[in-house]
Antibody
């Protein structure tokens, strides 16, 4: 059973960089894709992006200019960096496994609330 | 990319069937058989209900079924139960090689 766990600061100042890590256990990161999804308080889910173990990425076009998702296969983990954050980036951030074709999220982390505030 | 369109809310009585629609375009739902559906209870991570339009993961009740026609997909919940009261989201693969979610539908069991 694959398990994912997010970690990172719960509070980030405006204009700074939001950084989160997702540790994968119970399965290898060397298959499928590894993704980030966020959910602002009281709102719906938003796709952020995903990374393949090879390092290739695909990002939500609306976030692409501020976003970096990377994988560390030696640690079986992947990360999210979102720069120049504003209050609109306040959300619960989920990491999830995205199955390679047919592209569905089958395992999810519990979510990590990140607030952007001074 | 624009979110897929779902009704904000759907309700039904116990035992009834309800259907949640999810409308996209030829660049997402209409172009691929990669539609999936998720259930999310408050404060919890989403749970996969349907993938590849119609397939159910092991352990998901047969009361949940999916379909697609053109640029729209649907999730049907039959034999509605109290525990089905939750938020439901559709998602689709897109021509930009990304994923897009629907805005979510709150299901209320009357």
């Amino acid at each position: 059973q694959v398990q994912l766990q997010e970690s990172g600061p719960g509070l980030v100042k405006p204009s700074e960089t939001l950084s989160l890590t997702c540790i994968v256990s119970g399965g290898s990161i060397l298959r499928d894709y590894w993704s980030w999804v966020r959910q602002p308080p009281g709102k719906g889910l938003e796709f952020i992006g995903f990374v393949h173990y090879s390092g290739s990425t695909n990002y939500n076009p609306s976030l692409k200019s501020r976003l970096t998702i990377a994988v560390d296969t030696s640690k079986n983990q992947f990360s999210l960096k979102l720069k120049s954050v504003t209050a609109a980036d306040t959300a619960v951030y989920f990491c999830a496994r995205l199955k390679d074709r047919p592209y569905y999220f089958d395992f999810w982390g519990q979510g990590s609330l990140v607030a952007v505030s001074s | 990319q624009s979110a897929l369109t779902q009704p904000a809310s759907v309700s039904g009585s116990p035992g009834q069937s309800i259907t949640i629609s999810c409308t996209g375009t030829s660049s997402d739902i209409g172009g691929y058989e990669y539609v999936s559906w998720y259930q999310q209870h408050p404060g919890k991570a989403p749970k996969l209900l349907i993938y590849e339009v119609t397939k159910r993961p092991s352990g998901v009740s047969t009361r949940f079924s999916g379909s697609k026609s053109g640029n729209a997909a649907s999730l049907t919940i039959s034999g509605l139960q109290a525990d089905d009261e939750s938020d439901y989201y559709c998602t689709s693969y897109t021509s930009r090689s990304t994923l897009v979610f629907g805005g979510g539908t709150k299901v209320t069991v009357l």
